[in-house]
């Protein structure tokens, strides 16, 4: 397998062998005898691209020489993954993710996705200049992206830039972190205003729920048992602290009449805050990721400092059970679309914490392996279907963030974001193989049927016969516009609110 590509201008040190290339860009494309899926509907079809763009799928397409042919027959036929919740490039916990703009598509492009949507983190509690920094660190991209933004300060000044953000930047969703006490958290008062914010602007409130006070708490109460290894991060911030703060977070957006997306739900306990208030009518959007919905808690107990700490994320890996009840509300549509919280930090940076496990920067791997592990888990042991995968792996997230169908779909006039599966293929996960700068993989050693053959990038084949060819430079910035569809109707139940108010009493003014 090439673990090396293309990446003239920009420094990266990477694996043995060479695989370099521009990134085949044949203006003209056409794909084969495949069974094409898209989230409502699969066909025997070929897909016919030009120029980036899908221009036509129907049965037995005929092209001339200067066509480029994919031949798909017994295969499936895809949107590209989209992974709506990343951070690449990012400083966190005195420490900086290893993956970039570069990097972190090279994996994602070898494991099947072709976008991802990263949160902007303000600079000094500044969205321009937050904004700015992602921009320059995003010009390496060999993929499509776009971005959320963090809000980690209050004031008039971060009220008008989340407009500016929204109307002239293309960010349509904006999350508050309830954890990260002293550093990102925010309080109830802010989340208030935040999410009044969002519903003014159509913008999607994303919350990060932990109850950042109790885990503050629950750490101290580790520390002073001596237990100071990364088994003090699960047991420092329990289920509890994310099923409290989930239903703070949703009772709020209620409250405020504005729909909620709860970011990574790791336990039961969230998992069941979000069907309690799907089931009454509210909007709130649950992702899980995989991590939660393929790993268990017990890798943080492991004797060697270096496998646990590669665990260490927040919310936590849970015990064992909450990973298959994730998975079933995934299938059952109480959760709606898997992401990766890809957020890597390599042994060194999480040796940081070798003596104290609140110091290790948390976050796990996970953009190259989703497409695999979501097909492995949910279609191969018959959870869902594979319209099913295509929607919780790429067009919920399109539909969620407002570019639906120019992604997240194989239809005329859509991007050419495009995977080839064989479901009769398999894969094997190894830190040796990956495209991630990681030393380690939380994933090593996974096996599993299914294999992503082929990934198109608006109409370049950059994955095939497991070689990327990958160009810096070529992925371009999506924006989002507000209003999208989990918005509409939001105005009628305002207005019932409203009619709903008895009149103000009239009372006789009292003389003493
Ligand atoms: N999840 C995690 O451990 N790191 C990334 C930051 C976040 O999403 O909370
Ligand atoms: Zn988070
Ligand atoms: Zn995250």
Same mark, same amino acid.
């Given at each position: 397998?090439?673990?090396?590509?293309?990446?003239?201008?920009?420094?990266?040190?990477?694996?043995?062998?060479?695989?370099?290339?521009?990134?085949?860009?044949?203006?003209?494309?056409?794909?084969?005898?495949?069974?094409?899926?898209?989230?409502?509907?699969?066909?025997?079809?070929?897909?016919?691209?030009?120029?980036?763009?899908?221009?036509?799928?129907?049965?037995?397409?005929?092209?001339?020489?200067?066509?480029?042919?994919?031949?798909?027959?017994?295969?499936?036929?895809?949107?590209?993954?989209?992974?709506?919740?990343?951070?690449?490039?990012?400083?966190?916990?005195?420490?900086?993710?290893?993956?970039?703009?570069?990097?972190?598509?090279?994996?994602?492009?070898?494991?099947?996705?072709?976008?991802?949507?990263?949160?902007?983190?303000?600079?000094?509690?500044?969205?321009?200049?937050?904004?700015?920094?992602?921009?320059?660190?995003?010009?390496?991209?060999?993929?499509?992206?776009?971005?959320?933004?963090?809000?980690?300060?209050?004031?008039?000044?971060?009220?008008?830039?989340?407009?500016?953000?929204?109307?002239?930047?293309?960010?349509?969703?904006?999350?508050?972190?309830?954890?990260?006490?002293?550093?990102?958290?925010?309080?109830?008062?802010?989340?208030?205003?935040?999410?009044?914010?969002?519903?003014?602007?159509?913008? $999607?409130?994303? @919350? %990060?729920?932990?109850?950042? #006070? !109790?885990?503050? +708490?629950?750490? *101290?109460?580790?520390?002073?048992?001596?237990?100071?290894?990364?088994?003090?991060?699960?047991?420092?911030?329990?289920?509890?602290?994310?099923?409290?703060?989930?239903?703070?977070?949703?009772?709020?957006?209620?409250?405020?009449?504005?729909? $909620?997306?709860? @970011? %990574?739900?790791?336990?039961? #306990? !969230?998992?069941? +805050?979000?069907? *309690?208030?799907?089931?009454?009518?509210?909007?709130?959007?649950?992702?899980?990721?995989?991590?939660?919905?393929?790993?268990?808690?017990?890798?943080?107990?492991?004797?060697?400092?270096?496998?646990?700490?590669?665990?260490?994320?927040?919310?936590?890996?849970?015990?064992?059970?909450?990973?298959?009840?994730?998975?079933?509300?995934?299938?059952?549509?109480?959760?709606?679309?898997?992401?990766?919280?890809?957020?890597?930090?390599?042994?060194?940076?999480?040796?940081?914490?070798?003596?104290?496990?609140?110091?290790?920067?948390?976050?796990?791997?996970?953009?190259?392996?989703?497409?695999?592990?979501?097909?492995?888990?949910?279609?191969?042991?018959?959870?869902?279907?594979?319209?099913?995968?295509?929607?919780?792996?790429?067009?919920?997230?399109?539909?969620?963030?407002?570019?639906?169908?120019?992604?997240?779909?194989?239809?005329?006039?859509?991007?050419?974001?495009?995977?080839?599966?064989?479901?009769?293929?398999?894969?094997?996960?190894?830190?040796?193989?990956?495209?991630?700068?990681?030393?380690?993989?939380?994933?090593?050693?996974?096996?599993?049927?299914?294999?992503?053959?082929?990934?198109?990038?608006?109409?370049?084949?950059?994955?095939?016969?497991?070689?990327?060819?990958?160009?810096?430079?070529?992925?371009?910035?999506?924006?989002?516009?507000?209003?999208?569809?989990?918005?509409?109707?939001?105005?009628?139940?305002?207005?019932?609110?409203?009619?709903?108010?008895?009149?103000?009493?009239?009372?006789?003014?009292?003389?003493?």
């Amino acid at each position: 397998q090439s673990n090396q590509y293309c990446d003239a201008g920009f420094e990266y040190e990477s694996g043995s062998t060479t695989a370099c290339g521009s990134g085949t860009a044949p203006s003209k494309l056409l794909i084969k005898g495949g069974t094409v899926v898209n989230a409502h509907h699969q066909q025997l079809a070929d897909v016919y691209v030009e120029d980036g763009i899908i221009v036509a799928v129907e049965p037995s397409i005929t092209v001339g020489d200067d066509v480029k042919v994919i031949d798909a027959t017994g295969k499936y036929v895809m949107p590209g993954g989209i992974d709506p919740h990343t951070h690449l490039d990012m400083s966190f916990m005195s420490s900086g993710t290893i993956d970039d703009f570069f990097s972190g598509h090279a994996a994602a492009l070898a494991g099947g996705t072709t976008m991802h949507i990263d949160f902007v983190i303000p600079v000094d509690g500044s969205l321009t200049a937050g904004y700015e920094a992602y921009e320059r660190k995003a010009k390496k991209a060999c993929m499509d992206y776009g971005f959320h933004m963090a809000i980690t300060k209050w004031n008039d000044d971060v009220s008008r830039e989340m407009e500016i953000m929204v109307k002239e930047k293309g960010i349509n969703s904006f999350k508050f972190f309830m954890a990260y006490k002293g550093a990102l958290m925010v309080n109830d008062e802010l989340l208030l205003e935040g999410f009044k914010r969002c519903k003014s602007l159509g913008a $999607l409130a994303m @919350v %990060h729920a932990e109850n950042g #006070d !109790a885990v503050d +708490e629950g750490q *101290k109460r580790m520390i002073e048992l001596g237990i100071t290894g990364p088994e003090g991060h699960a047991l420092s911030r329990p289920a509890v602290l994310e099923g409290e703060a989930t239903a703070r977070a949703i009772r709020l957006a209620n409250f405020v009449n504005t729909p $909620l997306y709860v @970011v %990574h739900v790791m336990s039961i #306990d !969230a998992m069941e +805050e979000i069907a *309690k208030a799907r089931k009454s009518g509210q909007r709130v959007i649950g992702e899980p990721v995989v991590s939660g919905l393929v790993l268990d808690e017990s890798w943080l107990w492991h004797p060697d400092f270096k496998t646990a700490a590669s665990y260490v994320m927040s919310p936590p890996i849970r015990s064992k059970g909450h990973d298959k009840e994730l998975q079933a509300a995934l299938a059952t549509g109480v959760l709606q679309l898997v992401g990766t919280d890809h957020c890597a930090f390599n042994s060194t940076q999480k040796a940081l914490g070798i003596d104290d496990f609140r110091k290790i920067p948390n976050g796990v791997n996970g953009i190259e392996e989703r497409m695999h592990l979501v097909w492995d888990t949910m279609v191969e042991s018959g959870q869902i279907s594979v319209t099913d995968y295509v929607r919780v792996t790429s067009t919920e997230c399109a539909r969620i963030f407002n570019i639906y169908p120019r992604k997240g779909a194989i239809l005329p006039g859509s991007d050419a974001d495009i995977i080839i599966l064989n479901p009769n293929s398999s894969f094997e996960i190894s830190t040796k193989s990956h495209h991630s700068r990681l030393d380690t993989n939380v994933y090593d050693g996974k096996k599993g049927k299914g294999k992503v053959e082929v990934t198109i990038s608006r109409g370049r084949v950059v994955w095939e016969n497991n070689e990327l060819k990958v160009t810096p430079g070529t992925g371009r910035y999506i924006p989002m516009q507000p209003y999208s569809y989990v918005f509409d109707g939001l105005d009628k139940k305002d207005a019932t609110y409203l009619s709903s108010l008895k009149a103000p009493v009239k009372r006789a003014k009292s003389s003493s």
